[in-house]
């Protein structure tokens, strides 16, 4: 019999404009059956005025400040992943960010996965503000 694993992660510290967050969540998909499958959550935004540099630099911050475990950031290639295991299950749900050149700013693709018999609430919410802290 499966246990049904409830997580989910935490951005209470991160704050986001409405504005910006009416932008990000048109982008927001998500894909597979909370519990039975998988489930893919994603989102992107563009920043017009935001280097890519600079937006990968605030989104790295970000991640970091929310307490995830494995954090591998590769600056060369705009690629930040992290992970996160919070139900003692030994399955981690991951995290991952793609920074990369859009015109003079940037684009910012945020991803994060939950393996099957787990659930995360509020995934349009936590990943739109992930994004939007490079308008910060």
């Given at each position: ?107 910012v ?16 919410d ?7 802290s490079?308008?910060?």
């Amino acid at each position: 019999m499966r246990k049904i694993i409830l997580c989910g992660f935490a951005f209470g510290v991160l704050s986001f404009t409405p504005a910006a967050a009416s932008v990000c969540s048109q982008h927001y998909q998500s894909s597979g059956v909370p519990l039975v499958t998988a489930v893919t959550y994603k989102t992107w935004m563009e920043f017009p005025s935001v280097n890519p540099t600079a937006a990968f630099d605030k989104v790295s911050r970000a991640v970091l400040a929310e307490g995830f475990a494995d954090v591998n950031v590769e600056k060369q290639l705009g690629t930040l992943t992290a992970q996160q295991e919070t139900t003692g299950s030994g399955r981690p749900q991951t995290l991952r960010v793609v920074v990369r050149k859009s015109g003079k700013g940037s684009r910012v693709d945020a991803l994060f996965m939950v393996p099957q018999g787990q659930v995360a609430p509020s995934m349009s919410d936590n990943l739109c503000r992930v994004v939007n802290s490079v308008a910060e």
